[in-house]
Each structure stands twice: as structure tokens, then as C-alpha cells.
């Protein structure tokens, strides 16, 4: 058996992406989860503090995508990518608009949005959850919803984004684009089997409604993502999420 370690918090939606993929392909491994607070600790050889980080035996890449297309090379059974060269490129293209559109925009509510109770709640729950693996200080836990509005990495995802936009705004074209990114399904780009795409939508949808930080499922309004998120949830474990199933508040039906 192949040793396979994925370093990464699971918060973080690129982390999980990678575990789903992982999951679909039926590949054992082990999640090492990463301390926010100091990464070096356990990714400190890469020389960076970029997650995920992935480990085949004694190989590592860091970046979902490139990580994604490593997996097919190394497994090519249930591949993440059709090998029609048309459909590849096409959800390639997805991924893109999906790397550097739809999940930053995941993070400008953090810098953008009312810093209410609302918000804060959804803070100090997503420091319980970081703390339920690498555990922080008290007083790290209570500051966390701030820190999140400062985080470098939040807003080098946000600078991405046109803040000139509003953020209603762009959350309803975001919204038009996957449905039209989805076309007929049954999955992302039409494709007859699930790819890395959907492995990365499914997990940044779903994340807070099992992680309790939102009690409906904001998708299931919407009959075709509906549809599809029931027919991506087939292929992987009951919680992909990567939180202990402690903290796991809700499943889909």
C-alpha cells in the first residue's frame, strides 16, 4: 500500500477538494491536519505555507489542481479528468473559473461582509472546529472571527475579486454561472462522471451546512444543483469534510 498523507486544515476549501478526490479514487490516507497559527510545524519542508500539501511515499505537491492531475498519472482508475481532449479542456476551464472566481468570492463575505453576531457565530464556530484538531489558545479562539477579516491569505483571495461589484451582486452571478457551468448535468461541464469540479463545489456547498454554519442547505432551492449534489454525495463517504463527526451537525438526506 502506497503511504499518502494530506497536510491541511479543513476549513480550508482547496484541502478539501483534494480529500474528495482522494475519496472518489478509493485511496487510503491520512489527514494531517496544519496549526493555522503556525504551519511550519508541520509543513515546514516545503518551505512555504501554502495547503494542501499532499505526500506519496516520499514525493509532495502543493496546489488542488496540480495535485488532481497527479493523482490521475499515479491512479489512473476513476480519473478526475475525462481523456476526451474536449471535455478535458472544457473542465479545465472550470476549474479555473472556479479557482480564481467562485471560491475566493467563498472568502469576501469574511472582509466584505457585517461584522454581526451572525458573523461571529460563524468565527468562533470555525475555531472550534480548526481547534478540534490542532488545539488553539482561548484567547485565539475568541479573537478568531477578527482574524479572519486580517488573514493574508483571505485577502490575497479577495484582492482577485472586482470589489467594486457588490457583494450581493456577485453572489447571484456566481450563482447564474455554475447553474450554467452545470448545463444538463448529470455533473459540472455535462460530463457523465464526476471530476475534480465537482469534488471541489460539492465540498465548499456543503461544508457549512454539515459543519452548522447554516441550518439549510442554500442549494437545495435549486432543483438541477439539488439533483447533482445528491448524485456527487453517491461517490463519496458519508462526511468528506474532513471534521471530526463530533462537530458534524447535519447530513444529507
Known sequence: MTNIKLYGYSTSPFVRKVAACLYYKKLTFEHIPVNPANPKETIGFT??????VLMIGDEWKVDSTPIALWLDDRFPHRPLLPENQEMRTKILNIDRWLNESFLPSGFRGAVDGKNNLAFKFMGWRLAAIVSAHTPLPENIRNQWPDLLRKAPFI?????????DESLSDMQMRLGMEMIKHLGNGPFFGESDSPTLVDFALFQQLVFPYMAGLTDKMQIDAVPPLKAWSRNVAKHLPKNPVLIPDSFVVAYLD
Open 47 to 52: 518551505g512555504a505555507n501554502q495547503v494542501p
Open 155 to 163: 485577502l490575497e483571495m479577495v484582492e482577485q475579486l472586482d470589489r
